[in-house]
Protein backbone atom coordinates (compact mmCIF):
# COMPACT_ATOMS: atom_id res chain seq x y z
CA UNK A 1 0.00 0.00 0.00
CA UNK A 2 1.05 3.52 -1.01
CA UNK A 3 2.12 5.77 2.12
CA UNK A 4 -0.38 8.01 3.97
CA UNK A 5 0.12 11.91 2.58
CA UNK A 6 0.10 14.09 5.53
CA UNK A 7 -0.15 18.16 5.05
CA UNK A 8 0.90 20.08 7.94
CA UNK A 9 -0.01 24.14 8.07
CA UNK A 10 0.98 27.29 10.46
CA UNK A 11 -1.35 29.73 10.48
CA UNK A 12 -1.81 32.30 12.76
CA UNK A 13 1.10 30.32 15.46
CA UNK A 14 4.42 31.42 16.80
CA UNK A 15 5.48 27.57 15.40
CA UNK A 16 5.57 25.88 18.79
CA UNK A 17 3.28 23.20 17.61
CA UNK A 18 6.15 22.26 14.92
CA UNK A 19 8.98 22.15 17.99
CA UNK A 20 6.68 20.01 19.54
CA UNK A 21 6.89 17.69 16.04
CA UNK A 22 10.53 17.94 16.19
CA UNK A 23 10.48 16.81 20.06
CA UNK A 24 9.41 13.35 18.80
CA UNK A 25 13.07 12.96 18.06
CA UNK A 26 13.98 9.60 16.97
CA UNK A 27 9.93 8.80 16.23
CA UNK A 28 9.87 11.52 14.33
CA UNK A 29 12.61 9.37 11.41
CA UNK A 30 9.72 6.52 12.02
CA UNK A 31 7.17 9.00 11.29
CA UNK A 32 8.88 10.36 8.43
CA UNK A 33 8.84 6.83 7.00
CA UNK A 34 5.66 5.82 7.55
CA UNK A 35 4.04 8.71 5.31
CA UNK A 36 4.65 11.06 2.77
CA UNK A 37 4.93 14.76 3.67
CA UNK A 38 3.61 16.57 0.61
CA UNK A 39 2.59 19.89 1.91
CA UNK A 40 4.60 21.71 5.61
CA UNK A 41 4.19 25.23 5.06
CA UNK A 42 5.63 27.54 5.55
CA UNK A 43 7.98 26.21 8.51
CA UNK A 44 10.20 23.33 7.51
CA UNK A 45 9.70 22.98 3.50
CA UNK A 46 10.01 25.76 0.62
CA UNK A 47 6.33 24.78 -0.45
CA UNK A 48 4.26 26.95 -2.65
CA UNK A 49 0.92 27.55 -2.06
CA UNK A 50 0.34 27.17 -5.85
CA UNK A 51 1.34 23.57 -5.15
CA UNK A 52 -1.14 22.86 -2.70
CA UNK A 53 -3.71 24.65 -4.62
CA UNK A 54 -2.95 22.65 -7.68
CA UNK A 55 -3.48 19.02 -5.74
CA UNK A 56 -6.48 17.12 -6.48
CA UNK A 57 -9.51 17.06 -3.64
CA UNK A 58 -9.34 14.82 -1.03
CA UNK A 59 -5.62 13.36 -2.22
CA UNK A 60 -3.98 14.03 1.18
CA UNK A 61 -5.43 12.32 3.81
CA UNK A 62 -4.16 13.89 6.97
CA UNK A 63 -3.70 17.64 7.86
CA UNK A 64 -2.83 19.63 10.47
CA UNK A 65 -3.19 22.94 10.53
CA UNK A 66 -1.71 24.59 13.73
CA UNK A 67 -2.15 27.90 14.63
CA UNK A 68 -5.81 30.67 14.71
CA UNK A 69 -7.22 31.54 11.47
CA UNK A 70 -6.06 35.77 11.66
CA UNK A 71 -6.07 37.03 8.25
CA UNK A 72 -7.06 36.62 4.81
CA UNK A 73 -4.03 33.84 4.14
CA UNK A 74 -5.06 32.23 6.95
CA UNK A 75 -8.63 31.64 5.94
CA UNK A 76 -7.76 31.09 1.75
CA UNK A 77 -5.28 28.41 2.92
CA UNK A 78 -7.37 26.63 5.70
CA UNK A 79 -10.19 26.25 3.14
CA UNK A 80 -7.66 25.05 0.73
CA UNK A 81 -6.69 22.27 3.20
CA UNK A 82 -9.95 21.69 3.91
CA UNK A 83 -10.60 20.68 0.24
CA UNK A 84 -7.71 19.07 -0.11
CA UNK A 85 -7.79 16.48 3.02
CA UNK A 86 -9.97 13.98 3.50
CA UNK A 87 -9.02 13.85 7.67
CA UNK A 88 -8.59 17.31 9.33
CA UNK A 89 -7.08 18.01 12.23
CA UNK A 90 -6.86 21.07 14.95
CA UNK A 91 -3.36 21.06 16.21
CA UNK A 92 -2.13 22.80 19.30
CA UNK A 93 -4.65 25.71 21.39
CA UNK A 94 -4.33 28.23 18.99
CA UNK A 95 -6.29 25.88 16.16
CA UNK A 96 -8.52 23.97 18.27
CA UNK A 97 -9.91 27.14 20.64
CA UNK A 98 -7.86 30.48 19.74
CA UNK A 99 -5.15 29.93 21.83
CA UNK A 100 -3.43 33.15 23.59
CA UNK A 101 -2.67 35.31 20.30
CA UNK A 102 -6.82 35.59 20.08
CA UNK A 103 -6.84 37.96 23.43
CA UNK A 104 -6.14 40.26 20.35
CA UNK A 105 -9.64 40.13 19.60
CA UNK A 106 -10.30 42.79 23.10
CA UNK A 107 -9.34 45.19 20.95
CA UNK A 108 -10.05 46.48 17.22
CA UNK A 109 -7.51 46.27 14.76
CA UNK A 110 -7.07 49.66 14.37
CA UNK A 111 -5.79 50.10 18.02
CA UNK A 112 -3.66 47.23 17.71
CA UNK A 113 -1.76 48.71 14.84
CA UNK A 114 -1.66 51.98 16.33
CA UNK A 115 0.15 50.67 19.57
CA UNK A 116 2.50 48.83 17.20
CA UNK A 117 3.44 51.35 14.87
CA UNK A 118 2.35 55.00 16.58
CA UNK A 119 2.27 55.03 20.35
CA UNK A 120 5.64 52.91 21.89
CA UNK A 121 7.66 54.52 23.60
CA UNK A 122 10.82 53.26 21.03
CA UNK A 123 8.84 53.34 18.06
CA UNK A 124 10.09 56.38 16.07
CA UNK A 125 7.35 56.98 13.23
CA UNK A 126 6.40 60.72 13.20
CA UNK A 127 4.40 60.04 9.93
CA UNK A 128 2.45 57.47 11.68
CA UNK A 129 2.63 55.09 8.81
CA UNK A 130 0.90 51.82 9.51
CA UNK A 131 1.07 48.86 7.63
CA UNK A 132 -1.54 49.02 4.32
CA UNK A 133 -2.83 45.52 2.54
CA UNK A 134 -1.74 47.19 -0.77
CA UNK A 135 1.34 49.64 -1.49
CA UNK A 136 2.56 50.57 -4.67
CA UNK A 137 6.27 50.90 -4.80
CA UNK A 138 8.79 52.94 -7.32
CA UNK A 139 5.32 53.43 -8.85
CA UNK A 140 5.55 50.36 -10.46
CA UNK A 141 5.28 47.56 -8.29
CA UNK A 142 1.85 46.60 -6.61
CA UNK A 143 2.96 44.90 -2.77
CA UNK A 144 0.00 43.37 -1.13
CA UNK A 145 -0.27 41.67 2.71
CA UNK A 146 -3.21 39.95 4.20
CA UNK A 147 -6.07 41.92 5.67
CA UNK A 148 -6.58 41.42 9.32
CA UNK A 149 -9.42 40.34 11.18
CA UNK A 150 -10.42 39.20 14.72
CA UNK A 151 -8.86 35.74 15.34
CA UNK A 152 -10.99 32.71 15.02
CA UNK A 153 -10.04 28.69 15.98
CA UNK A 154 -10.21 26.30 12.94
CA UNK A 155 -13.67 25.28 13.34
CA UNK A 156 -15.47 28.27 12.97
CA UNK A 157 -13.80 28.77 9.22
CA UNK A 158 -13.96 24.79 8.64
CA UNK A 159 -15.34 21.65 9.24
CA UNK A 160 -12.62 19.98 11.68
CA UNK A 161 -12.50 16.31 12.23
CA UNK A 162 -10.20 16.29 15.18
CA UNK A 163 -8.69 18.42 17.92
CA UNK A 164 -5.04 18.34 19.89
CA UNK A 165 -4.82 20.92 22.77
CA UNK A 166 -1.58 22.22 24.26
CA UNK A 167 0.58 25.00 23.97
CA UNK A 168 2.27 23.12 22.59
CA UNK A 169 0.91 19.84 22.91
CA UNK A 170 3.29 17.73 24.91
CA UNK A 171 5.50 15.77 22.44
CA UNK A 172 4.48 12.51 23.94
CA UNK A 173 0.95 13.40 23.66
CA UNK A 174 1.82 14.14 19.64
CA UNK A 175 3.23 10.54 19.74
CA UNK A 176 0.28 8.93 21.08
CA UNK A 177 -1.40 11.04 18.44
CA UNK A 178 0.85 10.09 15.65
CA UNK A 179 0.55 6.76 16.53
CA UNK A 180 -3.41 6.95 16.61
CA UNK A 181 -3.41 8.43 12.90
CA UNK A 182 -1.27 5.64 11.42
CA UNK A 183 -2.69 2.73 13.05
CA UNK A 184 -6.15 4.16 12.27
CA UNK A 185 -6.85 4.26 16.08
CA UNK A 186 -8.60 7.31 15.66
CA UNK A 187 -12.34 8.37 18.12
CA UNK A 188 -15.38 9.35 16.97
CA UNK A 189 -14.75 12.30 13.93
CA UNK A 190 -15.52 15.70 16.15
CA UNK A 191 -13.01 14.38 18.81
CA UNK A 192 -10.07 15.24 20.81
CA UNK A 193 -7.57 12.99 20.81
CA UNK A 194 -6.91 13.23 24.30
CA UNK A 195 -6.29 10.72 27.55
CA UNK A 196 -9.96 12.18 28.22
CA UNK A 197 -8.98 12.13 32.03
CA UNK A 198 -8.63 16.22 33.82
CA UNK A 199 -4.86 17.35 35.05
CA UNK A 200 -6.48 17.19 38.67
CA UNK A 201 -7.08 13.62 37.51
CA UNK A 202 -3.54 12.37 37.13
CA UNK A 203 -1.83 15.36 39.36
CA UNK A 204 0.13 13.82 42.63
CA UNK A 205 -0.87 17.59 44.02
CA UNK A 206 -4.61 16.18 44.28
CA UNK A 207 -5.24 15.22 47.94
CA UNK A 208 -7.94 13.03 47.07
CA UNK A 209 -5.36 10.73 45.19
CA UNK A 210 -3.12 11.01 48.38
CA UNK A 211 -6.00 10.71 50.47
CA UNK A 212 -6.28 13.76 52.26
CA UNK A 213 -9.53 15.53 53.03
CA UNK A 214 -9.86 18.16 50.46
CA UNK A 215 -9.95 21.89 51.84
CA UNK A 216 -11.82 25.17 50.49
CA UNK A 217 -9.52 27.74 48.97
CA UNK A 218 -9.26 30.74 51.73
CA UNK A 219 -7.15 33.10 50.15
CA UNK A 220 -6.38 34.25 46.55
CA UNK A 221 -2.37 34.51 45.90
CA UNK A 222 -0.49 35.40 42.60
CA UNK A 223 2.09 33.21 41.74
CA UNK A 224 5.39 36.00 43.13
CA UNK A 225 3.35 36.33 46.00
CA UNK A 226 4.81 33.38 48.14
CA UNK A 227 6.37 29.77 47.39
CA UNK A 228 3.40 26.72 47.38
CA UNK A 229 3.94 24.18 50.45
CA UNK A 230 5.74 21.13 48.74
CA UNK A 231 2.97 18.60 47.24
CA UNK A 232 0.21 20.37 48.48
CA UNK A 233 -2.70 21.09 46.10
CA UNK A 234 -2.25 24.85 45.03
CA UNK A 235 -5.57 25.63 44.26
CA UNK A 236 -6.32 24.65 47.81
CA UNK A 237 -3.70 26.95 48.96
CA UNK A 238 -5.16 30.20 46.54
CA UNK A 239 -3.15 29.36 43.56
CA UNK A 240 -5.53 29.59 41.08
CA UNK A 241 -4.76 26.34 38.91
CA UNK A 242 -7.45 25.24 36.46
CA UNK A 243 -6.64 21.63 36.00
CA UNK A 244 -9.83 20.26 37.21
CA UNK A 245 -11.78 21.38 33.81
CA UNK A 246 -8.12 21.29 31.94
CA UNK A 247 -7.26 17.97 30.00
CA UNK A 248 -4.18 16.51 31.62
CA UNK A 249 -2.38 15.26 28.77
CA UNK A 250 0.66 17.41 29.76
CA UNK A 251 2.27 14.73 32.29
CA UNK A 252 1.24 18.11 34.78
CA UNK A 253 4.69 19.73 33.74
CA UNK A 254 3.40 23.17 35.56
CA UNK A 255 1.99 22.09 38.86
CA UNK A 256 4.95 19.59 39.01
CA UNK A 257 7.32 22.92 38.60
CA UNK A 258 4.82 24.92 41.03
CA UNK A 259 3.11 26.85 38.73
CA UNK A 260 -0.45 26.55 38.70
CA UNK A 261 -2.18 24.91 35.44
CA UNK A 262 -3.62 28.04 32.95
CA UNK A 263 -5.50 25.90 30.16
CA UNK A 264 -3.45 25.36 27.36
CA UNK A 265 -4.40 21.69 27.24
CA UNK A 266 -8.11 22.61 26.65
CA UNK A 267 -10.90 21.76 28.09
CA UNK A 268 -12.05 17.95 29.51
CA UNK A 269 -14.64 16.59 27.27
CA UNK A 270 -18.01 17.64 27.78
CA UNK A 271 -17.24 21.19 28.40
CA UNK A 272 -18.06 23.53 25.31
CA UNK A 273 -16.95 26.73 27.19
CA UNK A 274 -13.73 26.26 28.66
CA UNK A 275 -13.89 29.77 30.67
CA UNK A 276 -17.57 29.55 32.11
CA UNK A 277 -16.53 26.30 33.60
CA UNK A 278 -13.43 27.43 34.66
CA UNK A 279 -15.52 30.04 36.76
CA UNK A 280 -17.59 27.79 38.23
CA UNK A 281 -14.97 25.53 39.08
CA UNK A 282 -13.08 28.09 40.93
CA UNK A 283 -15.66 29.79 42.80
CA UNK A 284 -17.17 26.16 43.87
CA UNK A 285 -13.54 26.30 46.01
CA UNK A 286 -13.83 29.16 47.70
CA UNK A 287 -14.44 29.74 50.85
CA UNK A 288 -16.54 32.80 51.03
CA UNK A 289 -18.06 34.19 48.02
CA UNK A 290 -16.08 37.77 48.49
CA UNK A 291 -12.80 36.32 47.12
CA UNK A 292 -14.21 36.98 43.83
CA UNK A 293 -13.48 40.12 43.91
CA UNK A 294 -9.61 39.71 44.71
CA UNK A 295 -9.39 37.44 41.28
CA UNK A 296 -7.19 39.55 39.10
CA UNK A 297 -7.87 40.00 35.72
CA UNK A 298 -10.07 36.95 35.34
CA UNK A 299 -10.72 37.68 31.48
CA UNK A 300 -6.75 36.86 30.79
CA UNK A 301 -7.15 34.33 33.91
CA UNK A 302 -10.29 32.80 32.67
CA UNK A 303 -9.86 32.94 29.05
CA UNK A 304 -6.36 33.07 28.11
CA UNK A 305 -6.13 30.71 25.44
CA UNK A 306 -10.53 29.80 24.86
CA UNK A 307 -11.56 33.54 24.13
CA UNK A 308 -11.78 33.63 20.47
CA UNK A 309 -13.96 29.65 20.69
CA UNK A 310 -15.92 31.04 23.49
CA UNK A 311 -19.49 32.76 24.21
CA UNK A 312 -17.82 35.86 25.08
CA UNK A 313 -15.21 35.83 22.34
CA UNK A 314 -18.28 35.39 19.74
CA UNK A 315 -19.85 38.81 21.18
CA UNK A 316 -16.78 40.23 20.56
CA UNK A 317 -16.55 39.58 17.29
CA UNK A 318 -16.88 42.42 14.86
Given at each position: MSKPKLAYYLAGGCGGCDIAVVDLS????????AVDIVFWAPTVADAKYKDLEAMPDGSIDVGLITGNVRNSEHDHIVKVMRKKCKVLIAYGICATSGGIKSLVNLYTTEQLLDKAYVDTM????????????????????????????????????????????????????????????????????????????????????????????????????????????????????GYLCLGPITQGDCGVKCPNANMPCRGCGGPIPGVKDFGTRAISAIASMLEKEELVDEIPDPVHLFYRYTLAGSALGKKLNR
Open positions: ETLVDVALSTDNPDKVIPQTSCIVDSKYDLTLPALFDAKPLDQVVSVDYYIGGCPPHYDHVKTAFTALLTGQLPPPGSWITSGKALCEVCGRNPVLTGKPKKFTTTIKRTFEGTPTEGACLLEE
